[in-house]
């Protein structure tokens, strides 16, 4: 696939290049500047990002860095079942458990609910750092949420992290998924606020807390160039209502016209036939 010239494979995080080290010059830049797209492309075009992430994987399969980025590659199209065979292979490969949340949200993707709680149980959750312990308590809430037990994903998800008042990367999704649970709860003034304190800590705009929060209040937005369409079209519609009705009357002028005419022609045949008349006589 082609690839775009200014992308030279130096772009990449310095630990990834080191994995690549292990492969000749030539075939580690092409590695490089494949994983580059995958990482440039993922968000907006994920269906080329894992178009990318193949030629990666083909050309250096044995390579962790790769097998995690085809598997990033795979979840972002939802083809769960081969993101968690990559994820499952890097994590051989490099003995780290940081995929253990990604992998087990992939068990629910593929629609089995109950692998990924009981992957929330595993020993492996207690290796994760704070972000990954976080990720991992999101995943095992959306799991209690898959099998209809709300009330459950609402406990999983109270946490030390979530009444925190520090603002942390993990901060507005935690936050958000906490008022998205309430919500479907039925507990509609918490989730308001929650939604609320979601956005407070979303400085990147990661969750629609603020659409929400307008949804909730009622707020509609109008399209205030459709409605200027919508004017224009009334208007000139209405033009032509007018000028029908003019013409009903112009119309209606000229038939009096003629009726008025034809009376004044059958006066004139009247008055003739009298003449004749006296002629005869």
Same mark, same amino acid.
């Given at each position: 696939?082609?690839?775009?010239?200014?992308?030279?494979?130096?772009?990449?995080?310095?630990?990834?290049?080191?994995?690549?080290?292990?492969?000749?010059?030539?075939?580690?830049?092409?590695?490089?500047?494949?994983?580059?797209?995958?990482?440039?492309?993922?968000?907006?075009?994920?269906?080329? #990002? &894992? @178009?990318?992430? !193949?030629?990666?994987?083909? +050309? =250096?399969?044995?390579? /962790? $860095?790769? %097998?995690?980025?085809?598997?990033?590659? #795979? &979840? @972002?199209?939802? !083809?769960?079942?081969?993101? +968690? =065979?990559?994820?499952? /292979? $890097?994590? %051989?490969?490099?003995?780290?458990?940081?995929?253990?949340?990604?992998?087990?949200?992939?068990?629910?993707?593929?629609?089995?609910?109950?692998?990924?709680?009981?992957?929330?149980?595993?020993?492996?959750?207690?290796?994760?750092?704070?972000?990954?312990?976080?990720?991992?308590?999101?995943?095992?809430?959306?799991?209690?949420?898959?099998?209809?037990?709300?009330?459950?994903?609402?406990?999983?998800?109270?946490?030390?992290?979530?009444?925190?008042?520090?603002?942390?990367?993990?901060?507005?999704?935690?936050?958000?998924?906490?008022?998205?649970?309430?919500?479907?709860?039925?507990?509609?003034?918490?989730?308001?606020?929650?939604?609320?304190?979601?956005?407070?800590?979303?400085?990147?705009?990661?969750?629609?807390?603020?659409?929400?929060?307008?949804?909730?209040?009622?707020?509609?937005?109008?399209?205030?160039?459709?409605?200027?369409?919508?004017?224009?079209?009334?208007?000139?519609?209405?033009?032509?209502?007018?000028?029908?009705?003019?013409?009903?009357?112009?119309?209606?002028?000229?038939?009096?016209?003629?009726?008025?005419?034809?009376?004044?022609?059958?006066?004139?045949?009247?008055?003739?036939?009298?003449?004749?008349?006296?002629?005869?006589?």
């Amino acid at each position: 696939m082609p690839i775009p010239d200014d992308v030279t494979g130096d772009e990449i995080d310095k630990d990834v290049r080191q994995e690549l080290q292990s492969l000749p010059k030539g075939l580690a830049e092409d590695v490089a500047r494949n994983l580059v797209m995958v990482a440039n492309l993922i968000d907006e075009d994920p269906e080329q #990002a &894992y @178009a990318y992430s !193949k030629v990666a994987l083909r +050309l =250096a399969s044995r390579v /962790a $860095a790769v %097998r995690e980025a085809a598997g990033f590659a #795979a &979840y @972002a199209t939802q !083809k769960y079942s081969e993101a +968690l =065979a990559e994820f499952r /292979a $890097a994590k %051989r490969m490099t003995g780290s458990v940081e995929l253990w949340p990604v992998m087990a949200d992939c068990e629910r993707g593929l629609g089995r609910p109950e692998r990924a709680m009981a992957m929330a149980g595993e020993p492996e959750v207690q290796k994760l750092d704070k972000a990954g312990q976080v990720e991992m308590r999101l995943v095992a809430a959306g799991a209690r949420r898959d099998m209809g037990q709300i009330d459950a994903a609402i406990v999983t998800l109270q946490s030390p992290e979530l009444a925190s008042n520090s603002v942390q990367p993990w901060s507005a999704r935690l936050r958000y998924a906490y008022a998205d649970a309430l919500l479907s709860a039925g507990r509609e003034g918490e989730a308001r606020e929650w939604f609320a304190k979601a956005l407070e800590a979303d400085k990147d705009g990661a969750t629609d807390a603020s659409d929400r929060l307008a949804e909730m209040d009622g707020v509609e937005f109008v399209d205030a160039m459709g409605e200027d369409e919508v004017s224009d079209e009334s208007t000139e519609s209405a033009a032509p209502a007018q000028q029908s009705d003019a013409d009903v009357d112009e119309d209606e002028d000229e038939v009096d016209e003629d009726e008025d005419e034809d009376n004044v022609d059958d006066d004139d045949d009247a008055d003739e036939g009298d003449v004749a008349g006296d002629k005869g006589k």
